[in-house]
T-cell receptor
């Protein structure tokens, strides 16, 4: 089944403790992206990757890092999480020539205390 | 920068009534417009995608129209059912958006049995 998976689905952590949210897709998509969703603000793009070893900032990249060492994986790294990073995070992927057909993961609900 | 607005933010309708959800966007130079459904705490499910050259798309009880020149789209759900209760998100992709989807904040719909 074609899908985007994220792990963990739920995470509660404390300020400053490094964490990684994984994202994996099995559709051989070149493009991958991370969004965060906050009440009243909607979904905003954090980082995106056009292909392996090619990443760039989205609208709200501060406090996040990403890497794209393999085509299928695009982990989101929070080196020193803070409470303002409490949010619902979504990973998405698409083919490079069909950027409008983005497939979304199920989401990761992160709480930073 | 593309701005996407959805009105109303929330609405309740009795079962059986038709739903009309509105989306407006500021920059008419778009690739396409998508309507997504999101259930509480869950991921996004794509409902309809309208290419910039199209005027409307239909899927079952759902119909979405696009008026690119005026920057508007309408999602019409016929004969609403309690299972239609969800948040509906409108998203627009643009030629210079680096595949980023610009999302509205959503229409939160409750269908009352």
């Amino acid at each position: 089944e074609a899908q985007v998976t994220q792990n963990p689905r739920y995470l509660i952590t404390v300020t400053g403790k490094k964490l990684t949210v994984t994202c994996s897709q099995n559709m051989n998509h070149e493009y991958m992206s991370w969004y965060r969703q906050d009440p009243g603000l909607g979904l905003r793009q954090i980082y995106y990757s056009m292909n392996v070893e090619v990443t760039d900032k989205g609208d709200v990249p501060e406090g996040y890092k990403v890497s794209r060492k393999e085509k299928r994986n695009f982990p989101l790294i929070l080196e020193s999480p803070s409470p303002n990073q409490t949010s619902l995070y979504f990973c998405a992927s698409s083919l490079q020539d069909k950027p409008y057909e983005q497939y979304f993961g199920p989401g990761t609900r992160l709480t930073v205390t | 920068k593309q701005e996407v607005t959805q009105i109303p933010a929330a609405l309740s309708v009795p079962e059986g009534e038709n739903l009309v959800l509105n989306c407006s966007f500021t920059d008419s130079a778009i690739y396409n417009l998508q309507w997504f459904r999101q259930d509480p705490g869950k991921g996004l499910t794509s409902l309809l995608l309208i290419q910039s050259s199209q005027r409307e798309q239909t899927s079952g009880r759902l119909n979405a129209s696009l008026d690119k020149s005026s920057g508007r789209s309408t999602l019409y759900i016929a004969a609403s059912q309690p299972g239609d209760s969800a948040t509906y998100l409108c998203a627009v992709s643009s030629p210079w958006g680096n595949n980023r989807l610009a999302f509205g904040k959503g229409n939160q719909v409750v269908v009352i049995p």
